[in-house]
């Protein structure tokens, strides 16, 4: 069955959490996209299981910014404007 607009509002609220059992941080990653999902470049898709109730979802993530980094690692602010 698929989320609801009101489970998927909580979750991206707080992605720590299972969007099932509502367990908190305790589930691991389960792989990353995989050649040949159907994504375009500047999204990747993440594969979650929950350890405590064993339901698997994904998460989409969509690239919104890019910063430079200066030699010690730290991120330059972009230009605003």
């Excluded at 691991?28 to 979650?48: A, F, N, Y």
Aim: charged share 35%.
């Amino acid at each position: 069955m698929p989320f609801s607009k009101d489970q998927i509002a909580a979750y991206l609220a707080d992605p720590w959490t299972c969007p099932f059992c509502w367990a908190n941080r305790d589930y691991p990653k389960v792989s990353r996209q995989e050649d040949g999902d159907d994504l375009d470049g500047v999204e990747l898709m993440v594969r979650i299981a929950c350890s405590k109730c064993g339901k698997t979802w994904r998460n989409y993530y969509k690239l919104h910014d890019v910063e430079e980094e200066d030699a010690d690692g730290r991120a330059i602010a972009n230009e605003e404007g």
